[in-house]
């Protein structure tokens, strides 16, 4: 019975420290997409900013050979 014990107390405390790891490995990974997400938002800005002549319905432009 004692052993038994032991070994439930063993595998909780990797379980414990399989829990830890991952939720390090998951917080790195949220900060990582939020860095990602701000620099789509920073491209997507540069984007509009550099180019707004070229956003409008593709219906009223006139092609270049007329």
């Known amino acids: 019975m004692e052993s038994r014990l032991n070994d439930l ?3 909780i405390c990797f379980a414990e420290d ?22 789509v938002r920073a491209l997507r800005q540069q984007l509009q900013e550099s180019a707004p002549h070229e956003i409008g319905s593709p219906g009223t432009d006139i092609p270049p050979h007329y």
């Open 18 to 39: 399989l829990l830890d790891a991952l939720n390090r490995t998951v917080y790195r990974q949220q900060l990582q997409i939020d860095l990602l997400q701000q620099d």
């Open 9 to 11: 107390e063993a595998k």
